[in-house]
């Protein structure tokens, strides 16, 4: 690894498992200190004990709902004090329901708001003022490809909407951000695979093959890595005048039609 985040303080929410359990090891053996939060606590000790195993600098904490507005705060405070600073603000955290509109329930439409927007709201809005004492700072939200064009192999209303939300909030953050240092941008990922995701695409229903998978111009559905390095970059200050930004990262696929 080359320390492209060498002495970064790196907040990273959903570190337990997925893309964020690959994110947490990454930004440690890019140099960063990383500090992460999931709401499954043994996936979080795990991550903790298997990237300090590595060698890297982290401390994780377990049980966290960020869905809750204190909680996020209480773990944004804490995980600030724990190096006394912040740099890096990784959204990656999420979780939602799918049904088709009229079969999905309010309540599961409600809990994939508070899972996939709120939680980016109250972890933001906890973090802005340590953000803007320290003179700034990079966050990175997740969107998804579901956010800018319609899927059709299985229902995502309340799962598009919700991150339709995140990437708009991105660009408010931008503007209100600039003036104090703080970058702000956003990557919607494709289809990519993770212990959630792998049983689907090891054995793919037809449907999502024909539908998604055959029209990705690059040839494969994703891997984490895919995205962490995208993370990496815009946390890093290669991206130092880059906020705004809503990185595509699908194989391409989305520019079909
Ligand atoms: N995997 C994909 O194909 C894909 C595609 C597009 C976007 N994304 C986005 O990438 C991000 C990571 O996705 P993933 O596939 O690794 O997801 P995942 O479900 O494997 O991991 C998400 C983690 O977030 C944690 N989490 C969920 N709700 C939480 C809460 N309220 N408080 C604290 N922690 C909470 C979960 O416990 C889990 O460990 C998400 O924002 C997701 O929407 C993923």
Redesign the pocket.
């Known amino acids: 690894m080359t320390g492209r985040l060498a002495g970064k303080i790196a907040l990273v929410?959903?570190?337990?498992?997925?893309?964020?359990?690959?994110a947490a090891a990454r930004f440690a053996a890019e140099g960063a200190r990383v500090v992460g939060?999931?709401?499954?606590a043994d996936?979080?000790a795990r991550t903790e004990r298997d990237v300090r195993a590595a060698g890297g600098d982290i401390h994780v904490m377990g049980g966290?709902?960020?869905?809750?507005a204190e909680?996020?705060r209480a773990w944004v405070d804490a995980a600030v004090a724990v190096h006394d600073g912040i740099d890096v603000l990784y959204?990656?955290?999420?979780?939602?329901r799918f049904a088709a509109l009229d079969v999905l329930s309010v309540e599961d439409w409600d809990f994939t708001m508070?899972?996939?927007l709120d939680?980016v709201y109250y972890t933001v809005r906890a973090a802005w003022p340590h953000l803007r004492s320290t003179g700034g700072g990079s966050i990175v939200n997740?969107?998804?490809?579901?956010a800018i064009r319609g899927v059709e192999f299985m229902p995502q209303n309340a799962?598009s909407t919700a991150?339709g939300g995140?990437i708009a909030l991105t660009l408010q953050l931008v503007v209100e951000g600039g003036p104090h240092g703080i970058r702000a941008n956003v990557?919607?990922?494709?289809?990519?695979?993770?212990?959630?995701?792998a049983p689907m695409l090891a054995d793919p229903p037809e449907r999502l093959r024909r539908l998604v998978l055959d029209r990705i111009p690059l040839g494969r559905?994703?891997r984490?890595e895919d995205?962490v390095n995208a993370a990496v970059f815009l946390a890093s200050d290669e991206s130092s005048w880059v906020s705004g930004a809503h990185l595509v990262v699908d194989g391409g696929g989305s520019v079909l039609g």
């Open positions: 929410t959903g570190v337990g498992g997925g893309i964020g359990a690959v939060c999931d709401l499954d996936g979080a966290v709902d960020l869905g809750d909680q996020a959204n990656n955290a999420s979780t939602q508070r899972n996939e939680l997740v969107g998804s490809i579901a799962h991150k995140v990557i919607s990922p494709g289809l990519v695979e993770t212990p959630n995701t559905h994703g984490p995205v």
